[in-house]
């Protein structure tokens, strides 16, 4: 019988092959590495290893390695998050507030809607949302889920195609930013009513779950983006006289990171939370560029395939075929389409944006990527949805991704290479 290390570093060389093979086949047909992973993940799973070799659980996946995995899967959102908050820059929104208001607005408002009319239905479909959700919950946690963008591939989308200056660019970034944020904020709400921490008693006065975690998350994000960013900074000008980030300040930066994420975890909003907000405080240039270099490759090639694979084991695509399941998929996925990109066109339509860009914007806007799974495993895990539901959302994740690329491509790539033509 095999030690759990041993069943530990099996189960990886297995998730890093399959994902780098799976992620080479996304590429050669034009797909972002990241789809190619989240179909890994799903691959590695019962829906199809554990189909065609059941026994692979016993051997490889094992209850005690997945506990391995589940901690090794945590840290790489919780980096990759803090990575994403090294990104957000908040130039991007006051270069384009107004028309990345009305975008957003739109790519958060109907989303919404959509969740809350979606709600009344699938609240008493068996086995979508756990018993305890109710229906103020569910509508809220599937606005989320339909309205959050994957804003670190749109952002290397543009970044690849040399759009990061351009109206539509900074358009698309802006209203990815300011997207993304909201449905974190909504999330944090219905994990905070949801009463994922315990209650206490301060100064005599009985404390709920949900004030903790709201009230928790207020104190943190306002001390880490005012006196928190003015104490960083001094860690930016040391890194400028340096020109590099040195060892005692990676080393400190990581413990700030763990202490966020252990903090935002135990008040019951969850660690990504703490990563991504500590990322936005930190202080941008060289400092903000050497911790990118350092941390991005370990947490990319090799945290987050676990973080996929462990997706993967809990989606059993099985539950598509089911009658009773069969039109809530179909349902979630159109909402998901209209709600998000043709929202955001007709929104950047509405606003002066040429027929073009409005287009751009809606394909780049409707992919959800990794943030989806984020986001369902963390609602997974607090028993606010089903396993059923988790594997209904991860098929809506990785189509709407899947579409980005080569819908970009149809309205946007054409009128790129018409312009580079004419100059």
Not at 162 to 169: K, P, R
Not at 217 to 234: D, K, N, P
Not at 300 to 308: D, G, N, R, T
Request: glycine fraction near 10%; proline fraction near 4%.
């Amino acid at each position: 019988m095999q030690t759990l290390a041993a069943s530990f570093f099996l189960q990886m060389a297995l998730i890093l092959i399959t994902c780098r093979l799976v992620g080479i086949v996304a590429k050669k047909i034009g797909q972002p590495q990241v789809v190619g992973e989240m179909i890994a993940g799903v691959i590695l799973g019962p829906s199809l290893l554990g189909l065609l070799w059941p026994g692979s659980t016993a051997l490889i996946f094992t209850q005690e390695s997945r506990n391995l995995l589940e901690v090794g899967a945590q840290l790489g959102v919780g980096l990759y998050m803090f990575l994403v908050g090294l990104e957000f820059k908040v130039s991007h929104l006051r270069e384009r507030a107004r028309s990345a208001a009305c975008v957003s607005i739109a790519g958060m408002v109907v989303p919404f809607l959509l969740g809350g009319l979606l709600a009344l239905w699938l609240i008493h479909v068996p086995n979508l949302f756990s018993e305890k959700t109710n229906y103020y919950q569910a509508a809220m946690f599937l606005g989320a889920a339909i309205a959050i963008t994957a804003f670190p591939m749109l952002a290397r989308i543009i970044s690849e195609r040399g759009l990061s200056g351009s109206s539509l660019g900074t358009l698309a970034l802006a209203a990815g930013a300011i997207d993304d944020a909201a449905a974190w904020c909504v999330l944090a709400i219905v994990l905070a009513t949801f009463g994922t921490s315990k209650s206490i008693d301060l100064i005599g006065v009985h404390v709920g779950p949900q004030f903790i975690a709201i009230g928790g998350a207020l104190l943190y994000g306002g001390l880490m983006l005012t006196l928190g960013r003015r104490l960083l900074r001094r860690l930016g000008k040391r890194s400028e006289k340096v020109g590099e980030v040195s060892q005692p300040m990676m080393a400190l930066v990581l413990a700030l990171f763990c202490l966020a994420a252990w903090y935002t975890d135990i008040i019951g909003v969850h660690a990504v939370f703490g990563g991504f907000i500590l990322g936005i405080a930190m202080p941008r240039g060289i400092f903000s560029d050497g911790l990118r270099t350092k941390i991005e490759p370990f947490t990319v090639v090799f945290l987050l395939p676990m973080f996929f694979t462990f997706s993967g084991l809990k989606t059993q695509l099985d539950v598509l075929v089911q009658p009773i399941f069969f039109l809530p998929t179909i349902a979630i996925l159109l909402a998901s389409i209209l709600g998000k990109g043709v929202a955001c066109w007709a929104a950047a339509r509405l606003n002066g944006e040429d027929n073009a860009t409005s287009l751009a914007v809606g394909s780049l806007m409707n992919a959800r990527g990794l943030m989806e799974l984020i986001i369902i495993n963390i609602g997974l895990k607090a028993g606010v949805i089903a396993k059923p539901l988790f594997s209904i959302l991860v098929v809506m994740a990785i189509v709407t991704t899947l579409m980005a690329t080569p819908l970009f491509e149809f309205v946007y790539g054409r009128h790129l290479k018409k312009a580079i033509t004419n100059k």
